[in-house]
């Protein structure tokens, strides 16, 4: 489902590719919000321009191509902090957040509006 919104929404062509995704540790993926993570992986691999390290993404991707609000993302974010990350990027919808953080977070209502703006 990722792969169509990448191509449709994001206009990047991965039809004639074969796309392989390797989870550490045998870990569950059935969490939405590690759908932003997983689009910019492949992103990335398919640009031949790695995503910064420091950047951490969390989301759920809508069939539209917009990203989707998700839960307990305070949390997700002190986490992200405390494993190093210096910048965070969320859903519109996740700007309620209470608390500040030592992390830059980025607000963005689509995946093609993150694709340009890290890739250019």
Same mark, same amino acid.
């Given at each position: 489902?990722?792969?169509?919104?990448?191509?449709?929404?994001?206009?990047? $062509? *991965?039809?004639? $590719?074969?796309?392989?995704?390797?989870?550490?540790?045998?870990?569950?993926?059935?969490?939405?919000?590690?759908? *932003?993570?997983?689009?910019?992986?492949?992103?990335?691999s398919l640009k031949d321009n790695a995503i910064v390290h420091?950047?951490?993404?969390?989301?759920?991707?809508?069939?539209?191509?917009?990203?989707r609000k998700v839960l307990r993302v305070e949390q997700r974010?002190?986490?992200?902090?405390?494993?190093?990350?210096?910048?965070?990027? #969320?859903?519109?919808?996740?700007?309620?957040?209470? $608390?500040?953080?030592?992390?830059? #977070?980025?607000?963005?209502?689509? *995946?093609?509006?993150?694709?340009?703006?890290?890739?250019?």
């Amino acid at each position: 489902m990722l792969l169509a919104v990448l191509e449709k929404r994001a206009g990047l $062509r *991965l039809q004639d $590719r074969n796309v392989f995704v390797n989870i550490t540790g045998g870990l569950k993926v059935d969490d939405p919000a590690l759908d *932003l993570a997983v689009c910019m992986a492949i992103v990335g691999s398919l640009k031949d321009n790695a995503i910064v390290h420091d950047q951490c993404f969390i989301g759920e991707v809508g069939l539209s191509g917009t990203l989707r609000k998700v839960l307990r993302v305070e949390q997700r974010i002190a986490e992200a902090e405390r494993l190093g990350f210096k910048e965070v990027f #969320v859903a519109p919808q996740n700007q309620s957040i209470a $608390r500040s953080f030592g992390v830059k #977070v980025h607000y963005v209502q689509t *995946l093609k509006e993150l694709i340009t703006y890290l890739l250019h």
